[in-house]
């Protein structure tokens, strides 16, 4: 949404095509795009590589890869498919990659950009400057999106970004990694929007489309007790709409919690990673303790606001035991909406070289799943029963009876798909109680809103969503494959 802002102000034009789409080879040709520009995280990187690999050989364009991914592994840019990677932030090196390909300039000096020499090697640019006022790129553009989407420009619920970077040294979290590739501070690389701004940005989102409650992605929304005030005496009066959002536990105070009450907070998380100190501070250096975690819990539930948590299994060093231990912390903050992964140590992560000097690291990035949420890519002691405790993770936390029956099957390799499926259909059903909570707080009495009728319309619609994302990868691959091989018989053998 950011890129199609910055695109569009510079004069240039800019859509948005979601997959899978049974339409998407025309409506790319229809298009006749000059640059085709992708967003890639390590795991779904090899598929994007294959779409892109498909879109080359039947049309002409730039390919342009940007995200976390390429920015940590720039070499991507030396398969031949691949015309350039974006290091960063792109707005400022889109626009300037466009401007220059419209007047027939050179392209290979543009900061941000990598780009292949044609000898082996690469042309890395140097980043240019991080963009100081975010308040400066303007209102995001959602109609690129929505327009190409209307599942998510009919959603109730929208994401709100207010602010860039992040304090914070966690060792499994990209922001440590990426202030490095800038050189930052943090008074460089944490950057605010106003009040103003973000208020604004709903306002018109709402004017356009349904809204009745704001989601806030930002990784610390307390991160600065003056804007936080600012922020709770106007939104009431000037937006009035319930919102969720992320703490860190370790800055919580209890005027915070009171303030985001008072603004119509129904829903905050907190990060407790792992009850285990030494997983949790040493090696994911969270610099949090025990206590802190325990009264930011308290406050928020004080205050009637609906807990979360944020929780991480398989932790290097750490135990089965420690990960038992952070159910039974959940357990007694009396977390509403457990949320739980299984640790990943991406590329350039100092989580990574933990699990090096280990001996326990991922082989090769290419072996990273999509979902972080699925298997224990490190080869950690009890590997098994850790991705089987983690579909037991948000049942435990709510029912702790269940406990002795769970902890008969966590080494029946065979349940694990039995217990995707029970995690998957709980996991919904907390949205669906957040769900009727935002509802609640709206006056909001349909009867497609009902707990049992919204779990089910949304369970229909995602597994519809789920089972064609799955046949058109399947697609994807083979396609895919065909071209890398070139022999019609592997793709009869796939058949």
């Not at 859509?15 to 006749?32: F, G, H, Q, R, S």
């Not at 060792?171 to 943090?186: E, L, P």
């Not at 357990?331 to 739980?340: S, T």
């Amino acid at each position: 949404m950011y890129l199609s802002r910055a695109v569009k102000d510079a004069g240039h034009e800019m859509e948005a095509l979601v997959v899978p789409d049974p339409m998407w080879l025309k409506k790319i040709k229809d298009y006749n795009p000059d640059v085709i520009t992708w967003s890639l995280m390590t795991g779904n990187h090899k598929a994007i590589y294959d779409v892109n690999r498909i879109l080359k050989s039947k049309f002409e364009f730039f390919s342009l890869m940007g995200g976390p991914h390429v920015t940590f592994l720039p070499d991507c840019v030396l398969q031949d498919e691949i015309d350039a990677v974006c290091l960063g932030e792109g707005e400022g090196a889109v626009v300037e990659l466009l401007n220059k390909m419209e007047a027939g300039e050179d392209i290979t000096s543009i900061p941000n950009l990598v780009f292949a020499d044609g000898k082996g090697g690469m042309i890395r640019n140097e980043p240019r400057p991080l963009i100081k006022d975010i308040d400066e790129l303007g209102i995001p553009d959602r109609t690129v999106l929505y327009d190409a989407a209307p599942l998510y420009a009919n959603s109730p619920r929208k994401v709100i970004v207010t602010q860039r970077g992040c304090p914070m040294m966690c060792s499994f979290c990209f922001h440590h990694a990426w202030k490095r590739i800038y050189g930052a501070t943090n008074k460089q690389y944490v950057r605010k929007r106003s009040v103003s701004h973000v208020i604004q940005e709903v306002n018109e989102i709402r004017k356009d489309y349904p809204l009745d409650f704001v989601h806030f992605l930002d990784d610390i929304f307390n991160l600065k007790d003056s804007w936080l005030e600012e922020f709770a005496d106007r939104w009431p009066k000037e937006v009035g709409l319930p919102f969720d959002c992320i703490l860190m536990a370790n800055i919580v105070k209890e005027r915070q919690i009171v303030n985001l009450r008072r603004a119509g907070c129904v829903y905050a998380r907190i990060a407790f990673e792992a009850a285990s100190d030494f997983v949790r501070n040493t090696v994911f250096r969270k610099n949090t303790d025990t206590e802190q975690l325990r009264n930011a819990s308290r406050w928020i539930k004080e205050n009637g606001i609906r807990l979360g948590s944020l929780n991480m299994l398989g932790g290097p060093g750490g135990t089965i035991e420690d990960d038992f231990a952070t159910i039974q912390l959940n357990i007694e903050c009396g977390v509403d909406h457990p949320l739980c992964s299984i640790v990943q140590p991406y590329p350039e992560f100092d989580l990574n070289e933990i699990t090096e000097g280990l001996g326990v690291a991922v082989a090769a990035y290419d072996d990273f799943p999509a979902n972080f949420n699925r298997e224990a890519t490190i080869q950690v002691k009890d590997k098994d029963k850790i991705e089987n405790l983690h579909k037991w993770f948000p049942i435990l936390v709510r029912f702790p009876r269940m406990m002795p029956f769970a902890k008969k099957t966590l080494d029946k390799r065979w349940m694990s798909k039995p217990l995707l499926i029970m995690y998957m259909m709980y996991s919904e059903w907390l949205v669906t109680e957040q769900n009727t909570i935002y509802n609640r707080a709206q006056g909001i009495k349909n009867p497609l809103k009902w707990g049992p009728v919204d779990f089910t319309l949304r369970c229909v619609t995602k597994g519809a969503i789920r089972v064609v994302g799955i046949f058109g990868a399947k697609w994807v691959a083979k396609a895919a494959t065909k071209l890398e091989m070139g022999d019609e018989r592997v793709q009869s053998h796939m058949d």
